[in-house]
Nanobody, 126 residues
């Protein structure tokens, strides 16, 4: 059974850091992504990484503060979040897809991803 399990959320003060992890069991996907959903808002793209070459993609709102990485041996993707802001508060979801040839646009779309984790809460206090 394929599962994506997130961990690492929590409460942090503005300016602080958190690291999220997404462990995939049952399959190694071609592309992994993080999306987030704040209360009353739509789910939005945060970052993604291609498993083959570790090429990252970032939303403008997190560029320079967030870093996505992967651990081949652990089949795990990490999201290092630094300089956190209150507006980063959201439930963060890990997503994965098996397609090898996604365009830059497709990588940023929710509909691209067929597998999702349960989400982990990140709260940044001011």
């Amino acid at each position: 059974q394929v599962q994506l399990v997130e961990a690492g959320g929590g409460l942090v003060q503005a300016g602080g850091s958190l690291r999220l992890s997404c462990a995939a069991s049952g399959h190694t996907f071609s592309t992994y992504a993080w999306f987030r959903q704040a209360p009353g808002k739509e789910r939005e793209f945060v970052t993604a990484i291609k498993w083959s070459d570790a090429r990252p993609y970032y939303a403008d709102s997190v560029k320079g503060r967030f870093t996505i990485s992967r651990d081949n041996a652990q089949n795990t993707v990490y999201l290092e979040m630094n300089s956190l802001k209150p507006e980063d508060t959201a439930v963060y979801y890990c997503a994965a897809d098996q397609s090898s040839w996604l365009t830059t646009e497709e990588i940023r779309l929710m509909v691209t991803y067929g597998y999702w984790g349960q989400g982990t809460q990140v709260t940044v206090s001011s």
